[in-house]
Structures are given as C-alpha cells and as structure tokens.
C-alpha cells in the first residue's frame, strides 16, 4: 500500500524547519557581521574626526599622565575639559562612552570617570589597536553608564582604534575605544529577519501545498496501477490454474489404453479444469448416424437417453459441420441451442466445442453449468486452446499406437526374414553337401563308363558296325561333357564350405597364375592381355584367382571373330576395390545382365560356344564370399566389362 503522500509531509515539514533554522542562523550571522562592519566603519570615522578635534590639543596631557595616579587623573581639570569636550561632540550621536588608553594600556580617559586609570594592556581589542588594527564586537549590556545616564538593555558595538598623528599612516599615539549603540539595528535586523524568514517559509508552503497536490495525485495513480497490476497478478494466478488444471485434464492420456478409454478418463478432468457442473463427450456413431458417448460426468440419465435419440440436436450437430464452437450464456434465449432439453435437466448455460484430430471433427465436447452466464463468449480461446490440446493428445497416441503397429510388423517381418535366412543357409548347406557328394559319387561310374567305351572303341578284334562306331563316339563325348558339369558343380559346391582362410594376396601374382593356366586359350586365340598395377587385396587367393581365369577364360570364349584384346583394371572406389576386366567381344544385350550369373543359366547353345553355364554363377559366390558385388555393363557386340568390387 502507498503512503507517498504521508512522507512526503512529513519529509516537507522536517525540510522546512531545517531551511528555517538554517536561513535565521546564517541570516543573523551575516547581518550581524554586515552590522559589525558599518559598525566599526563609522566608529573609526568618528574617531578620527573626534581624535583631530581632541588630540592637537589634549595630547600633551594625555600622552604624559604617567606621573599622575588614578585620582588625580579622575580629578584632573584636564579630564573635565576632555569629557565636557567629547560630550558635546558626540551630542545626539549614538555614541555612548569613550574611552582613551596610552600606549601601555593604560585607561587615560573614560566617559564613566571610575574606569580611568584601569589597564588594559592584555585586553587583545587594545593589542590589535595598538598594532594599528581596528578591532570590534557586538555585545548586549543590561545596564551600562553612558555619557549621560545608567542606560539599560542596549546592543553595543564597541571597537578599539588606534589614534594616528599625522593622517592615516602616521604614528599610533593612543587608542580610543568607542561604544556605539545599535539596539534600534539589532532590532530592525531581528524585524527583517523575521520578515524573511516568514516570507521563506510562506514559499515554502506555497511550493509544499503545489508538490503536494502533484505527489497525492502520482499517489493515487501509483494505487491505482498498483490495483491493477494486483488485478492482473490475480488474472494471471487464475489463468495459471487453468492452464494447471488443463494439463491435468490431459495427463490421463497417456496411461489410457484406447482413444476411446482416453476420451473417457478426460471427462473426469473436464469438470475441475473448467468448473462446469455436466461435461460430455460425443462421437459420431457412424453405423447408425447418432453419437455415442465416451464418457460423461454430471448429466441426468433421462437427458443422455434423449440426447442419443435426438441425433439432429442443432447445436452440436452445426459444430459437426462447422467446427466453430457454440458458447451459449443462456439457453433459455440462445436460438443455436434449439432441443432446450438442457433446461429441463436443470442446465443454463453451456459451450459445445469441436475436438479435431488432424483438421477434422472427431467428437464435440459439451460442457454445461446450472449457472446462467457461466459460459461467455469471452472464454471462447480459452476452452478451444483446451479442446486443441486434447485433439493434440489424441493425434500423438493416434501417430504413437500407428508407430508401434508399424514396429510390431517390422519386427515380425524382421523375425520371418531370420527364420527364412537360416532356413536358406540349412538347405544351401545341404544341396551343397548333396552336389558335392553327387558329383564326387558321380565321377567313378563315369570314369568307368569313358574308359571302357574308349577301350571298345579303339579295340580293332571286335567288329563294330559304322553306326555304332557313331553311337560310342556320342557316348565317349556325352561322358566327357557330363565329366566337365560334374568338375564344375564340384568347384561350385566347394567355394562357400570349402574355402581357405582370407590373406593378403597381390592381385597382380594371381592375375599372372589365371593367364598361364590359359595359356592355351591366349595363344590359340591370338588373345592379346593387359593390365593396370593391381593392388595387394586380403582374400582367398585360389578362388580370386579361379574369378579371373573365369572372366578372362570367357572373355576369350565369347570372342567376336577377331584377336580378343583384355584389359584388367583397378580402382579405390569408398572402403572397397573395384575390378574391371574389360573385353571386345560379342557384348551382351541389358535385359540378360542379371540372369547369365545364375547358374546353369546360357545365352548360347553347345554348338555356338561350348560350356556349362556354371562359370558366372562361381563368380557371383566368389565375390559374395568376399561380401563384394558382381555386375556386367555391355552392349551386344559392343564387347563386355565385368566389374566386380572387393572390401578392403
Ligand atoms: P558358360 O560360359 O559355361 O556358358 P558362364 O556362366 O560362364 O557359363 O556364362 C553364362 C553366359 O554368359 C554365357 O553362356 C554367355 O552367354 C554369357 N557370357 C559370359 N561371359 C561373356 C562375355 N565375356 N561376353 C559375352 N557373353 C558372355
């Protein structure tokens, strides 16, 4: 609370003594000192004039009484002469006594007749004069012996002059002491000190009176801002509780396990968190085009069963559509709220507000009060800022359980794909096992088969027709090709479970091994082989080397009726190499590239290029086994670049 006003009196009024006693002190000091100047001013001119009259002709005695004692001094007829003298001259004059000292400070002469004779040699009035300073001061005598009478009660300023012969600057003879009477001054002084003084503190008043109007008047402002600003502090307390309470409406969402158990246990918070009396939350029913209600508190059971048989009812279906809330102050009055079962139940005022979830209606929360006006218009950002939030609460769960469900099947799509890898890898094992034993059981009865048909065929005792001449010949070589498949499934078979352990190897000494074993092939075919300086790679040497006889085995193949010039490369491409072995052979067209590396898999027959479709399928293991890529980039008769990339 303010009390500007009080201290600023009581601060005025303890300023005001304070100029008052300050102004009359420092007043009185510099009239007095003002006075004790004129004062000692006329008393020297006095003096000097009184001295010119006197001393001509009284300073023979005056200056040698040192042989007279202090009677006959008093009794002098000299002494009567001087005193009749300086009577007359200071006549009507306010001068009243004088005094006259040798230069010892000896009291030659004195109007009150029993000082004469007295010393005053100590006297530092006398000394100053003595050493030609005037000196003065202002005293107050009750009673004092004046030329003439015993005067009484009378302010005096007595000054000590020093008497010169021979004008201002001539030697000091004697000294004179005057008394001067400036009662009538000290009293006019203390009159105009007065009269100042008075005026002052009238202005003084004055400039309280004008300040104190303008401090009452900043007071009452400052009482006023300060009650609003109290008001506001108050506002802004409620509206913290409010915004307390709807983050309390909302905290139950997250525990809740539905959206529609969610809405349920918002009801429960609705009421504290707006002070309504009925809080209701509707859905759409869609199948049957009323509402459903997820949860209410305070409504009466007949107004919930009318309610849902009443679908149309106006207000909340226009907030449906519109989702513009409705606030209405008054029902009895509110045309928007048209069913008025509210009233029956007992309800005065109520607010229908639109909950959205992702910019679209999805229920309409119906809040109602027994107290008419309880909604107003005013409360509108309020309560919309409350629904906004619980649309917000509900998007998140919405987006979260949406989230989830999307986890929950990746991870069982996660968990399909486990199972299905180490299903793949057990049968990969197996057909592996299978072909590897197949092939290796396949090879003996094989053997047999070649070496007896060879042995028949070249055996001249026993007489084969021309036809089957021709049909050994077929078996023979049928034996030979099935003998080629069977080395190849073998290698196939052996590379994911027989390899050998991963070392540095340099690619240009597995290069050069892959060209001798061809050598047959480079030479028949006038092949000509180039390459950059390969890098040292960690790998299974024997199989990158079988990866390059292949590559290069078929780049000779597949040649296109001219010399087949190769070219093998190789580059830093991020954490890995990337090989190129590059021919200009018959090219490949872009639709084949991925299927030639699965095995079995032919562009050609038998006849056109001999092979069993299995070389490119042992690349492909090969550089997988390495955790590298295998790809082809070609054109058909535009030669081929195989590319394959090893980690390291
Ligand atoms: P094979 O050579 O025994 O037929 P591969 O697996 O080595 O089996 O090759 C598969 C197919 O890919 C071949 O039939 C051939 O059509 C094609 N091919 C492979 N290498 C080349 C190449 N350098 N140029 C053109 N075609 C090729």
Redesign the pocket.
């Given at each position: 609370m303010f009390r500007l006003a009080r201290y600023f009196s009581l601060t005025s009024l303890v300023t005001i003594l304070i100029i008052t006693g300050l102004l009359a002190f420092f007043y009185r000091e510099l009239a007095i000192r003002d006075l004790l100047a004129t004062g000692e001013r006329h008393n020297v001119a006095l003096t000097r004039a009184l001295a010119n009259a006197l001393w001509p002709k009284f300073s023979p005695f005056l200056t040698s009484t040192e042989q007279l004692n202090d009677d006959a001094m008093r009794n002098h007829p000299k002494t009567a002469e001087i005193h009749k003298f300086l009577a007359q001259a200071v006549k009507g004059l306010s001068v009243l006594k004088i005094k006259i000292y040798d230069m010892k400070g000896r009291t030659v002469f004195s109007s009150e007749a029993k000082q004469i004779g007295e010393n005053k040699s100590k006297n530092a009035g006398f000394l100053a004069a003595r050493a030609g300073m005037a000196a003065s001061e202002i005293t107050h005598r009750d009673k004092f012996s004046a030329f003439e009478q015993v005067i009484e009660d009378r302010d005096l300023i007595s000054s000590y002059i020093p008497v010169r012969v021979d004008g201002a600057e001539g030697p000091i003879e004697g000294v004179f002491e005057l008394y001067y009477d400036v009662t009538e001054l000290m009293d006019s002084m203390a009159q105009t000190q007065r009269t100042v003084i008075a005026g002052v503190v009238g202005l003084l008043a004055l400039l309280y009176v004008i300040l104190y109007l303008i401090v009452r008047h900043a007071d009452r402002v400052m009482k006023r801002q300060n009650d609003e600003l109290a008001a506001a502090n108050r506002r802004l307390e409620g509206l913290l509780e409010e915004v307390s309470a709807l983050y309390a409406t909302m905290s139950p969402l997250d525990s809740a396990d539905t959206i529609t158990e969610m809405l349920g246990s918002v009801v429960e918070r609705l009421l504290p968190a707006t002070g309504a009396d009925a809080a209701l939350i509707r859905l759409r029913d869609m199948a049957n085009g009323g509402f459903i209600y997820t949860g209410q508190r305070g409504f009466p059971e007949s107004f919930l069963e009318e309610a849902k048989n009443k679908p149309a009812d106006s207000a909340v279906e226009t907030v449906f559509q519109s989702g513009e809330p409705i606030i209405a102050p008054d029902i009895a009055i509110d045309s928007r709220v048209k069913g008025k079962l509210q009233l029956d139940a007992g309800f005065l005022s109520c607010a229908f507000l639109p909950l959205k979830v992702r910019n679209e209606v999805r229920a309409i929360i119906h809040l109602a009060s027994t107290k008419k006006g309880y909604f107003q218009e005013s409360q509108r950002d309020r309560l919309m800022a409350m629904a906004h939030q619980m649309g917000i609460a509900i998007e998140n769960r919405e987006l979260f359980e949406e989230v989830r469900a999307a986890k929950d099947t990746l991870e069982n799509v996660n968990r399909k794909l486990d199972q299905q890898t180490v299903e793949l890898q057990r049968s990969n094992a197996e057909l592996e096992q299978f072909a590897y034993v197949a092939s290796h059981d396949l090879q003996e009865p094989l053997r047999i088969i070649t070496s007896y048909s060879q042995s028949l065929e070249k055996d001249n005792t026993c007489q084969l027709s021309d036809d089957a001449k021709e049909d050994l010949h077929f078996i023979i070589d049928a034996a030979k090709r099935m003998r080629r498949l069977i080395e190849d499934l073998l290698a196939y078979s052996r590379i994911g479970s027989r390899g050998n352990p991963f070392q540095p190897a340099d690619v240009n000494t597995l290069l050069q091994n892959s060209l001798n074993s061809l050598a047959l092939a480079i030479e028949d075919s006038n092949a000509v082989v180039t390459h950059d300086n390969l890098p040292t790679i960690t790998c299974d040497s024997g199989q990158i080397e079988q990866l390059l006889q292949?590559l290069v085995g078929?780049?000779i193949?597949?040649r296109n009726g001219q010399a087949p010039k190769i070219h093998i490369s190789c580059q830093r491409r991020d954490k890995s190499w990337l090989f190129r072995v590059q021919?200009n052979?018959?090219?490949?067209a872009p639709e084949f590239a991925e299927q030639?590396f699965v095995i079995f898999?032919?562009?050609?027959t038998r006849e056109e290029?001999p092979?069993?479709?299995?070389?490119?399928?042992v690349c492909k293991k090969i550089v997988e086994r390495h955790d590298g890529k295998i790809w082809v980039e070609s054109q058909p008769s535009n030669g081929?670049t195989?590319c394959f990339s090893i980690p390291g």
């Open positions: 292949n078929n780049a193949k597949y021919d052979g018959i090219g490949i030639i898999q032919r562009l050609h290029f092979g069993t479709g299995i070389g490119l399928a081929s195989f």
